[in-house]
C-alpha cells in the first residue's frame, strides 16, 4: 500500500529530517512510528499524504510513485488519505457538524448525504450528541476524535496520526487508540505516529522505531490485525 524506497528529506538551512528510509506498510495493517522528538516521524506521515515532497527517494502509494505527483492530481490522492493532526486544527468559529463536514462540502457532495455521512462518522466516535457545538467547548480527547471523525469522513482506505494522544492523559489516550484499532479492523490502513511506547507495547502491532531520520528497527506485530491485514513487507 505504502512504500519508501531510500527517501530523505532535506529541509533548507541543510536540516536533514530523513535519511534513506526504506519500509512497506501493507494494505490493512496497522503500524506505529515511535522515536524521540526530532526523529522525523513528523516528516515521514507528511511525505506520505505530499505535504511535503522527497529530497531523494521514491514514496509509492498503490505502486504509484507519488514524489513525481503534478500538483493538479494531489488534491485527488488526499482525498484518499485522512490526516489526525496533533494540534487538531478544526475551525473555532464553526461547528463540530461543519468540522466534519468540511472535506465533503470541498468535493460537492449533497447536503442529504453529508448529513447521513457526518452522523455516522460522530456516531464511530461516540460524539453523536456534540454535533452542535464549537471545538472550544469540547475537552482535548473530544476535539481529536473530532479529528478523527474529520479524517474518515471520506472513507479513505489509508489513515495518518500524528501524536494523537499527545495531550491526553492515559485512560484517554486508550481509548483513542482503540478507536484506531475498531478503524482499522474495517479494513483501513492506519500509520500512528506515537511517543507512548506503554501504550503501544501493549496493543501488539507493528512498530518503525525511528533515529535521527533512519529506521534502527522495525519490530514486527505479535498479534495479526483482525481487520484481514498482513504484518508487513
Do not use: C, W
Not at 455521512?117 to 464549537?134: I, N, P, S
Not at 469540547?138 to 476535539?143: I, K, P, R, Y
Not at 494522544?165 to 500509520?191: K, R
Not at 512498530?207 to 528497527?217: A, F, N, P, T
Request: charged share 25%.
Amino acid at each position: 500500500m505504502i512504500t519508501f524506497e531510500h527517501v530523505a528529506k532535506r529541509y533548507p538551512g541543510g536540516i536533514q529530517a530523513v535519511s534513506d528510509v526504506n519500509f512497506h506498510l501493507e494494505r490493512g495493517e496497522l503500524a506505529f512510528l515511535t522515536g524521540h522528538s526530532g526523529a522525523g516521524k513528523s516528516t515521514l506521515l507528511r511525505l506520505i499524504a505530499l505535504l511535503e515532497r522527497p529530497s531523494r527517494g521514491q514514496v509509492l502509494f498503490d505502486g504509484r510513485n507519488v514524489s513525481k505527483l503534478a500538483r493538479r492530481h494531489i488534491p485527488y490522492l488526499r482525498r484518499r488519505i485522512g490526516v489526525i493532526f496533533q494540534d487538531h486544527r478544526l475551525l473555532t468559529d464553526k461547528r463540530v457538524f461543519d468540522n466534519v463536514a468540511l472535506p465533503l462540502m470541498i468535493a460537492g457532495v449533497s447536503f442529504g448525504e453529508i448529513q447521513r455521512r457526518v452522523r455516522a462518522a460522530l456516531d464511530k466516535v461516540g460524539l453523536l450528541d456534540k454535533e452542535t457545538m464549537y471545538p472550544p467547548m469540547l475537552s482535548g480527547g473530544e476535539q481529536q476524535r473530532v479529528g478523527i471523525a474529520r479524517a474518515i469522513i471520506g472513507r479513505p482506505p489509508v489513515v495518518l496520526a500524528d501524536e494523537p494522544t499527545g495531550n491526553l492523559d492515559p485512560a484517554l489516550s486508550e481509548e483513542l487508540m482503540n478507536t484506531f484499532v475498531q478503524l482499522n479492523e474495517t479494513g483501513v490502513t492506519v500509520l500512528i505516529a506515537s511517543h507512548d511506547l506503554e501504550l503501544v507495547r501493549r496493543l501488539g502491532r507493528r512498530v518503525l522505531v525511528l533515529s535521527k531520520g533512519e529506521i534502527i528497527d522495525d519490530v514486527r506485530a505479535r498479534i495479526e490485525p483482525r481487520g484481514g491485514g498482513a504484518e508487513g513487507g
